[in-house]
């Protein structure tokens, strides 16, 4: 693999039997827990006079441990499906439960506590603070939870986690100092600060070169092996798509195929560290 200059990468983290934090890490998704069951999804919008069916009627569930492919065409669906994975949005009918709940059944601040807990979200514009430098961006999942463990701790993996994307000499910038690709990369370490069983990231590679695409798809495959994250990555990258173990293509807002691949049974950690920051 490339290596960028300044790009201190995985090897910043411990070895690879254990997680970022020195948990042990386990193995094989486990497919008797679903992290995210989709159920009769439909989204439509008014627009004027007319009526605009986004997604007809989608369903799949998703085990922990696993890394979904979500791909299709500009247009087909896919931002909005995840929007409403995460609950920034209400379907039109059907439901979403993540690890169990449905989301759809709780009210508003409620649903702001479940997936602060529970998902990691990386927007397809990245939505960093403009006031906040690189490294208070990427805490701010932790400022932002009431029942966070150490400060000092927290600090520590968000610096871990920016050198792991390649951002060690850039933790003091603000995003307007910062490439449309680096921003990408802080979006990237705070959707994972507070390790949340479940990271959804639209185009996460979208805006980065090859080499720098290559680096975050090692981030990824390793937190998902070692930390037990289930990913649902929205993107158009082949390179990406090829290490996800399943593959989702949607087309008009419809499931078109549902693919398992070779890569599935890849060995993913069954042992997610419950222990959260500073404890
Ligand atoms: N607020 C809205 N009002 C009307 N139509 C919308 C709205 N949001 C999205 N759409 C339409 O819904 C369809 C799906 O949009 P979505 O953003 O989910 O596509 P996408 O698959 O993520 O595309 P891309 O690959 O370009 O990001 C598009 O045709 C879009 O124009
Ligand atoms: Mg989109």
Same mark, same amino acid.
């Given at each position: 693999m490339v290596r960028l200059p300044g790009w201190r990468g995985l090897e910043t983290l411990k070895s690879p039997d254990v997680t970022l934090d020195g948990q042990p890490s386990g193995v094989g998704p486990d497919r008797a827990v679903a992290m995210i069951e989709v159920s009769g999804l439909r989204k439509s919008l008014r627009t004027g006079a007319a009526t605009v069916e986004i997604l007809r009627g989608i369903d799949f569930s998703v085990a922990r441990g696993e890394f979904v492919a979500i791909m299709g065409a500009s247009g087909s669906g896919k931002s909005t499906l995840l929007g409403l994975l995460a609950g920034l949005d209400?379907?039109?009918?059907?439901?979403? +439960?993540?690890?169990?709940?449905?989301?759809?059944? $709780?009210? =508003?601040?409620?649903?702001?506590?479940?997936?602060?807990?529970?998902? /990691?979200f990386v927007f397809q514009s990245y939505q960093l603070i403009p006031t906040l430098t690189a490294l208070e961006n990427v805490l701010l999942p932790y400022e932002l939870n009431d029942d966070r463990g150490g400060w000092?701790?927290?600090?520590?993996? +968000?610096?871990?986690?920016?050198?792991?994307?390649? $951002?060690? =000499?850039?933790?003091?910038?603000?995003?307007?100092?910062?490439?449309? /690709?680096?921003q990408q990369r802080v979006a990237l370490a705070r959707a994972f600060l507070l390790r949340p069983p479940i990271v959804l990231a639209d185009e996460p590679t979208g805006n980065l070169d090859s080499a720098n695409g290559a680096h975050v798809l090692e981030l990824l495959l390793r937190l998902n092996r070692e930390e037990s994250t289930t990913l649902v990555l929205v993107t158009h990258d082949p390179a990406l798509a090829a290490h996800a173990g399943r593959r989702i293509t949607l087309s008009d807002g419809r499931v078109v195929s549902d693919e398992t691949q070779g890569a599935a049974l890849r060995q993913v950690s069954s042992s997610r560290s419950e222990t959260r920051l500073g404890e």
């Open positions: 209400n379907p039109t009918s059907g439901s979403v +439960a993540l690890n169990g709940m449905r989301i759809s059944d $709780l009210a =508003e601040d409620r649903l702001a506590l479940v997936r602060g807990k529970t998902i /990691g000092r701790a927290g600090v520590e993996r +968000a610096r871990t986690l920016l050198e792991s994307v390649g $951002l060690r =000499e850039r933790m003091d910038h603000y995003p307007v100092q910062l490439s449309g /690709g680096e």
